[in-house]
């Protein structure tokens, strides 16, 4: 599929991924079809949706592991993609330390290791074996490796796994902090609504297909987001927005704006 022509006349110089109208087409179905997404350069753009809505298909279309069998996705050229995907297979009884989990994909200094494993706030588990780590400090190791490749766009998907309700605080806290040091766009996919949400410029509610879209605020209004998820999902988000993840509101406004896009029938 072509990943070379010049993005849509709506996009600009902070454009790093355009999909148009993607669909994967697997098994004799289409897993997604008709996905519209951008992602700026300091923007974070979230997809939610239920269990098999086509979130992780939709982020390996955008990082390039699947080829879209309908629509174009178009990449920024040089662009370096930084991308934590759902689960990581791992052998559970190979030692392995933290710093080493860092190189495996590829050499990088010490001292960058270093560094990453700072921003994220594990450097004192450097020596420390990853079979150790708690949920939230796994995470945290994969945030720090994506981050080593110096990436324009981290892609993370689920990046709350097996991470408690502070931690994921905590981690979404962090995330946004990346996001206003290296300028990076974000690509987040969670199934959790309210705390991700809450965290993030753009919302792409997904059912298959684009349900709806915009800002969390006019998301969790939007009559296809209470259909997926119910209406007391919707009436949450105010108290996480508020209570737990202050001061980011007014400071990465939307490209996008807040408009909602099509209802599911
Ligand atoms: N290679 C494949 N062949 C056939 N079907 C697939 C393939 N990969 C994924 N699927 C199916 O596509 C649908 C979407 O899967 P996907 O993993 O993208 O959903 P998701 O929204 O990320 O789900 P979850 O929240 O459970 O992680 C699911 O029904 C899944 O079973």
Not at 2 to 8: H, L, N
Not at 11 to 20: Q, R, W
Not at 54 to 79: E, F, I, N, Y
Not at 125 to 138: K, N, R, T
């Amino acid at each position: 599929m072509d990943t070379s022509q010049a993005p849509a006349a709506t996009s600009n110089a902070d454009t790093l991924v355009e999909a148009h109208g993607i669909g994967v087409h697997r098994g004799g179905r289409w897993l997604v079809h008709g996905i519209d997404l951008t992602v700026r350069r300091g923007e974070i753009v979230t997809l939610i949706g239920p269990n098999g809505s086509g979130k992780s298909t939709t982020a390996k279309t955008v990082v390039g592991v699947l080829a879209p069998d309908a629509g174009r996705m178009w990449r920024a050229p040089g662009l370096r993609i930084g991308y934590v995907p759902q689960s990581l297979a791992m052998d559970q009884t190979l030692p392995l330390t933290v710093g080493r989990l860092m190189t495996l994909t590829g050499r990088r200094p010490r001292a960058a290791v270093r560094e990453a494993l700072e921003a994220v706030g594990i450097a004192p588990l450097i020596g420390a074996q990853v079979q150790s780590l708690s949920g939230g400090e796994f995470q945290r190791a994969l945030l720090a490796r994506a981050m080593l490749r110096d990436p324009d766009l981290l892609v993370l998907d689920e990046p709350v796994q097996g991470v408690d309700f502070p931690g994921e605080l905590a981690l979404y806290g962090l995330i946004r902090e990346i996001r206003d040091r290296i300028g990076c766009g974000i690509l987040l996919i969670s199934h959790d609504l309210h705390v991700v949400m809450a965290a993030t410029d753009t919302v792409i509610c997904l059912n298959g297909h684009v349900s709806c879209r915009g800002t969390p605020e006019a998301v969790v209004s939007n009559p296809a987001y209470r259909r997926l998820f119910g209406h007391a999902a919707a009436d949450t988000l105010a108290v996480y927005r508020h209570r737990h993840v202050p001061g980011h509101d007014h400071d990465h406004p939307p490209p996008d704006g807040t408009a909602a896009e099509s209802g599911d029938a």
